[in-house]
């Protein structure tokens, strides 16, 4: 895959970020291929890759908006491509995954996200 072309326009205004004062830097789209193109050549699960990913272009904040849903393609991508299944928030655990994101964005430490996304966010097909 070939980031530059998934990246489309990148933001140049800043964004506020619901239940946190905590707001991301602008986007530079060397620096975001940069640490896309790190973290896809990582050794780990794609499954792993698929949800670090994903939590990062959330973090990143690329666009002014829809920033969750294309971080979540993107990483479905990547999860369906290697017969891993999907990632989907259920609407149950939609408020749970949104506490725990805000705790991300302040910190910019995914590992509880991480793992709990691993344990309830990860739909596949039982054969």
Not at 35 to 56: D, F, G, P, R
């Amino acid at each position: 895959m070939v980031i530059k072309e998934c990246l489309g326009k990148l933001r140049t205004t800043p964004v506020k970020i619901g239940g946190t004062s905590w707001s991301p830097t602008f986007p530079f789209q060397t620096k975001v291929e940069e640490e896309l193109n790190t973290l896809l050549s990582q050794t780990k699960s794609k499954t792993e890759i698929a949800i670090e990913v994903m939590l990062t272009l959330m973090r990143m904040q690329l666009f002014v908006d829809g920033n969750k849903r294309v971080a979540m393609l993107f990483a479905n991508n990547i999860m369906i491509d290697n017969g891993c299944g999907i990632i989907s928030i259920s609407q149950e655990n939609q408020s749970e995954f949104y506490e725990k994101l805000i705790k991300y964005y302040e910190s910019n430490d995914m590992n509880d996200l991480k793992n709990w996304i691993y344990l309830h966010c990860i739909d596949g097909m039982d054969i």
